[in-house]
C-alpha cells in the first residue's frame, strides 16, 4: 500500500484530537440545581460549590477521581451537629377524637402538615380502616400526615428546612446507602420511630391505655402516643387500703398497648373476729348458737352441726340436727356472705377482703373465734358464699369419785370450762380435779373428762374375827364390822399345809396343824343414815377411785378391794387362844436384815392394783426394816408379786421380787404396808 505524506498527517492530527478530547460530568444538587462543567482527559475535575445552611458537603456519589466520562453525580451531605431536629406536636388523640380534633404543630413555620388522617385496626379483619365517626377505644391506631416546606422568604435557605429537603430528595431515595440515616425529627418530643421519605409522609402510631382498679373497675381509658407517657386517673380512696403503685410502668406506652392496674397496701392488720355468746347443752340446734361477725357487712347465712366420735378431729363426722350429750365434741361450720352494697361499700375489712380476694386470691387471713385464731382463704366458696369459719365445743364432764356425773356441758374450744360446787362427803377432804392427758379446764382444746379427788381423814376401819379354834366351823367365826354400814356374807374356809398355799382345799372344819384362809363378802350400804357415813365414804373412795381399801383386822393393818375381805391364819393359830393374842403376835414381826439395792426389784409405781385380801394372821417370811427413805426387804420369795400402800390404801409402788433382798425407796415419812405374795407387814419411815 503507498502511504503518502498528507495521508500521514491526517492520521496523526486525528489521534492528537482523540487524545485531547472534552468530557461533560452534570453536577446536579438535591433541590434539582445542575451545573454542567467540561473537562479535558486527564484534567483534575473541579466541581461547583453547592452551599447549603444545616449541611456539609462530604463528597459525592461517584469519586471525582474516578470520572472517565461524562456522568451526572449528586453531593452527599452530612448534618451539621447543631441543627435543631424538628418536633411535631400531635395533640387530640383520644377515644371518641375525629380527624378534625387532631392538631400536628411544627416546631418550624417553613413546615406545614396540609394533610392528615386517622385509621384504627379492626380487630375483625385486622387491617387498619380510615376513622370517621370517631376513635374507639382499646384499639391501636396511627395517624398519616403529610409534611409541605416553604420556599419563600427566610425558609429559602432555612437549615431545618435543607435537612428536609435533603432526605426527602432523590439523593436520599436512590443512594440512601451511601447516606448517614439519622432521625432528624421527633414527636412530641420522642425520638421519631419512622424514616423520612421522599413524600414526606408520616404515621404516628398510637396505642390503647386501660387504667383499672383492683376489682376490675376501669377507671379511665385513653390512646397514648407510642412511647410518650400515659396520664393516670385520680386515684379512688378505699377505706382500710393505702394506694402503692400501679402495676407497670406507663411512662412510655409501648405499641402493643397497656392494661394498668391499681396495686394497695393495708397499713393496719384487718381482725376478722367473730363471737359465740352462748353455751351448747345437750339437745341444743343450730338455732340456739348466736355469732357475732366482724360488722354488719358480714352475714351468717348457714350454720351445720357435726358431732365426733371419741378421738376424731376431722369435719368428716356425721352432721347433726342437735348435740347429743355424752357423744363428744362438736363442731361448728358456718357460711359468711360479704355485703358489697350501701354502707358497705366502702368499709374497711370488706375492702381489704375484696382486694385480696381479686388481686392475690392465694394469700390468706386469720380469723378468730372467741379469741382462737384460724387462716382462712379468701378464695370465694361459691357465688354467694364468700368464706366459712369453724368452731369446736369440746364436751366436759364432771364426775363424782364414784362415777356420778355431777355437771356436763359443752365449752367453745379455748374457753374456760364452769367448775360445778365442790363435792362434799364426811371422811373426805375435797383436793381438785385430775383431767384426762392432764387438760387445763382454764383453757380447754379437747374433750375433758375430770374427777374429783379428795384427801382421807386418818379414821380407822377395824374388823375383829374371833373363833378361829380348831374344831370350829364358819358358823363359829365371829366378825366385828367396822359400823351398821357394813355387812358380810358368803363366808368360807380355806386350809392348806404350811407353805403350800397353792394347794387350798375348803374345809367346813377348822384341824389343828394346817394353816388357812378366811374368805368373806363384803356389802357396804350408802342410803339412808348411811348415806353419808364417814367410814363408808373413806371404804369407798379408796376401793373406786385408788382400787383397794386400807383397814385392820384384829390389829393387822391389811387392803382389799370392794368387795371382799380375806384373813390368813397360820396353823399354829389354830390352838386354842385368844384372837387377840394372836394378832399381836403377828404385828410384832419385824427383823433386821442386810438388804441389796431396788435395782434387783422389778418394781413400777401404780394406782389400779386390786388384789383381795392383805389380812394376815401369821408371821411372814420376809422381813423389813426402815432405813431413811428406804423399805429394806430381806428374805422375799423371788418372783412373787410385791406393793407398797400408804395408810389411806394408795398404792405407791408395785412390782415383782426379782431378787430376795431389795430396797423400795418411798418420797416421805409414814406408816407403809408392804405385800409380798398374800404376807402384809407394817414399817414405820421417819
Not at 466520562?69 to 411535631?88: C, N, T, W
Not at 364426775?399 to 371422811?427: C, M, N, R, S
Not at 397360820?570 to 403376835?585: G, N, R
Amino acid at each position: 500500500m503507498k502511504t503518502t505524506f498528507n495521508g500521514v498527517l491526517t492520521l496523526l492530527l486525528c489521534a492528537v484530537t482523540i487524545a485531547n478530547a472534552d468530557y461533560k460530568v452534570t453536577f446536579q444538587d438535591y433541590d434539582g440545581t445542575k451545573q454542567v462543567k467540561t473537562f479535558a482527559t486527564g484534567e483534575p475535575v473541579v466541581p461547583p460549590e453547592f452551599s447549603h445552611a444545616g449541611l456539609n458537603l462530604n463528597g459525592w456519589t461517584i469519586p471525582l477521581d474516578e470520572l472517565q466520562g461524562s456522568e451526572k453525580v449528586y453531593p452527599i451531605y452530612e448534618i451539621i451537629s447543631d441543627v435543631a431536629k424538628l418536633d411535631f406536636t400531635i395533640t387530640g388523640i383520644d377515644v371518641g377524637a375525629t380527624v378534625d380534633d387532631v392538631s400536628i404543630t411544627p416546631s418550624n413555620r417553613c413546615f406545614s402538615v396540609p394533610k392528615q388522617e386517622l385509621l384504627q385496626l379492626q380487630p375483625e379483619n385486622s387491617k387498619y380502616e380510615i376513622v370517621k365517626d370517631g376513635l374507639a377505644s382499646g384499639k391501636a391506631g396511627f395517624v398519616h400526615f403529610t409534611v409541605s416546606i416553604s420556599d419563600e422568604g427566610a425558609c429559602v435557605n432555612n437549615a431545618q428546612a435543607n435537612v428536609w429537603r435533603y432526605y426527602s430528595s432523590e439523593i436520599w431515595s436512590n443512594y440512601s446507602d451511601k447516606v448517614t440515616k439519622e432521625k432528624i425529627y421527633t414527636v412530641n418530643g420522642i425520638p421519631a420511630n419512622f424514616d423520612v421519605d421522599a413524600n414526606l409522609s408520616f404515621e404516628a402510631f398510637f396505642a390503647p391505655v386501660s387504667f383499672a382498679d383492683y376489682d376490675g373497675t376501669i377507671l379511665k381509658q385513653e390512646l397514648v402516643i407510642v412511647g410518650m407517657p400515659a396520664t393516670a386517673p385520680e386515684i379512688p380512696n378505699h377505706k382500710g387500703l393505702v394506694f402503692q403503685k400501679w402495676n407497670l410502668d406507663f411512662s412510655k406506652v409501648t405499641s402493643g398497648g397497656m392494661d394498668v392496674k391499681a396495686l394497695y397496701k393495708y397499713p393496719v392488720a384487718p381482725e376478722y373476729a367473730y363471737t359465740i355468746t352462748n353455751v351448747l347443752k345437750d339437745g341444743n340446734t343450730v338455732a340456739d348458737i348466736e355469732i357475732g361477725t366482724p360488722n354488719e357487712c358480714f352475714v351468717v347465712m348457714n350454720m351445720s352441726l357435726f358431732q365426733h366420735k371419741a378421738g376424731d378431729t376431722s369435719l368428716g363426722s356425721p352432721k347433726v340436727e342437735k348435740i347429743i350429750a355424752g357423744q363428744g365434741r362438736v363442731s361448728l361450720l358456718a357460711d359468711i356472705a360479704i355485703d358489697e352494697t350501701d354502707t358497705c361499700a366502702n368499709n374497711d375489712l370488706v375492702n381489704i377482703w375484696k382486694y385480696y380476694r381479686d388481686v392475690i386470691p392465694k394469700e390468706s387471713f386469720d380469723y378468730s373465734v372467741n379469741g382462737v385464731v384460724r387462716p382462712t382463704s379468701v378464695s370465694p366458696i361459691s357465688n354467694t358464699i364468700a368464706t366459712q369459719i369453724s368452731y369446736d365445743f369440746n364436751e366436759i364432764v364432771f364426775y363424782d369419785y364414784d362415777k356420778k356425773i355431777l355437771k356436763q356441758d359443752f365449752v367453745g374450744e379455748g374457753g374456760a370450762a364452769t367448775l360445778p360446787k365442790e363435792p362434799a362427803h364426811k371422811g373426805l377432804t375435797f383436793e381438785g380435779w385430775r383431767t384426762n392427758n392432764n387438760a387445763d379446764l382454764s383453757k380447754v382444746k379437747e374433750d375433758i373428762q375430770a374427777k374429783a379427788y379428795y384427801s382421807v381423814e386418818n379414821l380407822s376401819i377395824s374388823f375383829t374375827i374371833t373363833g378361829v379354834e380348831a374344831g370350829n366351823t364358819k358358823n363359829d367365826i365371829g366378825l366385828e364390822t367396822p359400823n351398821d354400814c357394813f355387812s358380810i356374807s358368803n363366808m368360807e374356809l380355806e386350809q392348806y399345809e404350811d407353805n403350800a398355799r397353792e394347794n387350798k382345799e375348803k374345809v367346813d372344819t377348822l384341824v389343828s396343824g394346817k394353816g388357812g384362809r378366811l374368805i368373806m363378802d363384803v356389802a357396804v350400804s350408802d342410803t339412808g343414815a348411811c348415806s353419808d357415813n364417814a367410814i363408808v365414804n373413806i371404804w369407798l373412795y379408796n376401793a373406786l377411785a385408788q382400787g383397794v381399801s386400807a383397814y385392820e383386822i384384829n390389829g393387822v393393818s391389811a387392803g382389799a378391794d370392794s368387795s371382799k375381805v380375806a384373813y390368813y391364819f397360820k396353823a399354829k393359830d389354830i390352838e386354842p387362844k385368844s384372837s387377840s393374842s394372836s394378832a399381836e403376835e403377828s404385828s410384832s414381826s419385824i427383823k433386821a436384815t442386810s438388804s441389796s439395792s431396788a435395782k434387783d426389784a422389778k418394781s413400777s409405781s401404780s394406782k389400779d392394783g386390786k388384789d383381795a385380801i392383805v389380812a394376815v394372821q401369821q408371821v411372814p417370811q420376809f422381813s423389813l426394816v426402815a432405813m431413811g427413805r428406804d423399805i429394806q426387804v430381806a428374805g422375799a420369795r423371788m418372783g412373787s408379786a410385791y406393793a407398797v400402800f400408804d395408810m389411806q390404801g394408795h398404792v405407791m409402788v408395785k412390782g415383782r421380787v426379782g431378787a430376795a433382798n431389795f430396797d423400795v425407796p418411798v418420797s416421805r415419812a409414814g406408816s407403809y404396808l408392804v405385800r409380798i405374795g398374800n404376807q402384809v407387814q407394817k414399817v414405820n419411815i421417819k
